[in-house]
Each structure stands twice: as C-alpha cells, then as structure tokens.
C-alpha cells in the first residue's frame, strides 16, 4: 500500500537529517522543523483515501478481499456451549448450568 511506501519515505527522511545533523550542527534549528513540518504532513497524507491501493513494482497488484466476501464457515444461529465457565475457566460439561468451581451460573452464548 502506499502508506508502507509513506513510512519508507519517513524513516530515510529522519535518517538523512540525523546524519546531516552531525555534519553540520549550525543548521539544527531548520532541520528540527523541516522534520517536524514533514512529520505533519505526513499525518494528512496518511489519512488520505488514495493511501489504501496497493503499490507494486511487477505487473498488476494482488486482489484484496473485501470485508463482506469470506468464505467462512455460517455462524450457528442457536446458543453455543463454551465448555467451561467465563468466570474462572474451569472445564465443564455440555449442558451443566452452573459452574461447580466458582458457582456462577453458565449462560450458552
């Protein structure tokens, strides 16, 4: 994604004004606001809905699935037993309603 291409672009900006830094530190004050300056531009930047397409150097980019397409397994629609007590952990067996550990009830999810 672009935003990867983004953080690359960072972390050689503040590399190279660290290293321009030790060379020369009479010009601190402009390199601590160019950085500065171009740390928040680049939050607008990643904020951006162009920064969510792939970027590829080789033909075309891979397919993205899409949130509402998976090929999952369907949910049951009816009440799931667990097989041990939300409350303390302790293993129980289908269809025990209380917890013979804590005491709690055990509800099916």
Excluded: E
């Excluded at 060379?23 to 930047?45: D, E, N, Q, T």
């Amino acid at each position: 994604m672009l935003r990867w291409a983004l953080t690359i672009t960072y972390v050689v900006v503040l590399v190279v004004a660290l290293v321009v830094q030790l060379f020369y530190p009479s010009i601190s004050a402009i390199l601590f606001w160019g950085v500065l300056g171009w740390f928040v531009v680049s939050l607008f930047l990643y904020r951006l809905p162009a920064m969510n397409r792939p970027v590829t150097l080789w033909g075309k980019p891979k397919a993205v699935p899409t949130p509402g397409a998976s090929a999952a397994a369907p949910l049951p629609s009816g009440p799931v037993d667990l097989g041990f007590c939300l409350h303390c952990g302790t293993h129980v067996a289908p269809g025990i309603s209380v917890c013979p550990s804590c005491g709690h009830t055990i509800l099916p999810l």
